[in-house]
């Protein structure tokens, strides 16, 4: 049976992943931030910290302080409320038509509207992308990046990479993933050559360059201008939680874009930030950046999405201050 806090857990990790946020909070809730474990993810932080308060029943402090910020936020408020509920897939709830019986004419049928096939060189082409993209280790926490340029430039999160200093005792490990036999993959590590930093806190991206020459083994994921549109599909190679590589591969569909963002249902995880997000034909169309509950633009209403900054934006401005990748 599931914990009756992984909602809240996973909603709070998304609005607080950064641990100077996390305390504020807490000290907010009348806590002392001294009095809990805040090492590794935003994710083991809150499940640990959850689980503490709900022994000592002080997870109301928390709530009241987190929806002074966030006074829509539905998860939020139903644990406020003390009914906490589960809520379910958007796939819930529609009942196939094939459970109403078929015939003949129904045996093979795209079932969408429009076709998920894909040619089998599809595995092969992202398993090859993936490669460019690693896990970084940073005094902010976990995230993830990806070599854009065969100069060895890498592009992940402000919040990932807030300053020039964070960056410069950050670490990225290439090839931190499993085997097809489930065994640890022979992963590198590389330290973060801060003479190039480029950021831009209101779009949250940083540009840095990566010491040595990882794009020589690695390779690179080049950087074009692409459209994007509801309802098209999209996938994100990430380190989720700090973990092993993953890719995201259900539930893929676009929900939402503009000039700046585009939204989708795709699953990340605190540690996902800085992650590309790829098209079908594994181009780069945006840099994951938040997830959660988030307001929808132009809408105002709380979506449970995951966002990314449209590749075309950060372009733009690479463009516009002659930044040559």
Same mark, same amino acid.
């Given at each position: 049976m599931s914990w009756r806090y992984t909602p809240l857990v996973d909603t709070l990790s998304g609005l607080y992943y950064r641990t100077v946020t996390i305390e504020t909070?807490?000290?907010?809730?009348?806590?002392?931030?001294?009095?809990?474990?805040?090492?590794?993810?935003?994710? !083991?932080v809150w499940t640990l910290l959850i689980n503490d308060l709900?022994?000592?029943?002080?997870?109301?402090?928390? /709530?009241?302080?987190?929806?002074?910020?966030?006074?829509?936020?539905? !998860?939020?408020?139903?644990?406020?409320?003390?009914?906490?509920?589960?809520?379910?897939? !958007?796939?819930?709830?529609?009942?196939?038509v094939w459970k109403n019986g078929f015939n003949k004419d129904q045996f093979e049928k795209i079932t969408g509207e429009q076709s998920t096939l894909l040619p089998v060189s599809f595995l092969e082409t992202g398993l090859q992308r993936s490669m460019s993209v690693a896990r970084i280790i940073s005094l902010e926490g976990m995230g993830t990046g990806f070599l854009v340029s065969e100069a060895n430039l890498f592009l992940t999160n402000n919040h990932v990479f807030p300053t020039k200093e964070v960056a410069a005792t950050s670490k990225v490990q290439f090839n931190y993933q499993k085997t097809v036999s489930g065994n640890d993959a022979a992963s590198q590590t590389f330290d973060v050559d801060s003479s190039i930093f480029h950021t831009s806190e209101e779009d949250d991206w940083t540009l840095v360059r990566i010491a040595g020459?990882?794009?020589?083994?690695?390779?690179? /994921?080049t950087l074009q201008k692409k459209e994007i549109k509801a309802d098209d599909f999209v996938n994100i190679i990430q380190h989720p939680g700090g973990e092993y590589k993953k890719i995201g591969l259900y539930h893929n569909v676009v929900t939402h874009t503009d000039n700046n963002v585009i939204q989708y249902l795709t699953d990340t995880m605190p540690g996902s930030?800085?992650?590309?997000?790829?098209?079908?034909?594994?181009?780069?169309?945006?840099?994951?950046?938040?997830?959660?509950? /988030?307001?929808?633009p132009g809408g105002g209403k709380p979506v449970l999405r995951n966002e990314g900054i449209r590749m075309n934006k950060i /372009?733009?401005?690479?463009?516009?201050?002659?930044?040559?990748l």
């Open positions: 909070l807490i000290i907010q809730a009348g806590l002392s931030p001294g009095d809990y474990n805040l090492d590794g993810s935003a994710h !083991v709900e022994l000592k029943d002080h997870i109301q402090p928390i /709530l009241d302080a987190a929806l002074k910020k966030f006074p829509d936020n539905p !998860v939020l408020l139903d644990y406020r409320h003390q009914q906490p509920v589960i809520r379910k897939s !958007v796939y819930a709830g529609k009942q196939p020459d990882p794009a020589k083994t690695f390779g690179f /994921l930030s800085g992650s590309p997000v790829f098209n079908s034909s594994w181009e780069v169309v945006a840099l994951h950046h938040s997830g959660g509950w /988030l307001e929808e /372009l733009a401005f690479f463009e516009a201050n002659s930044i040559q």
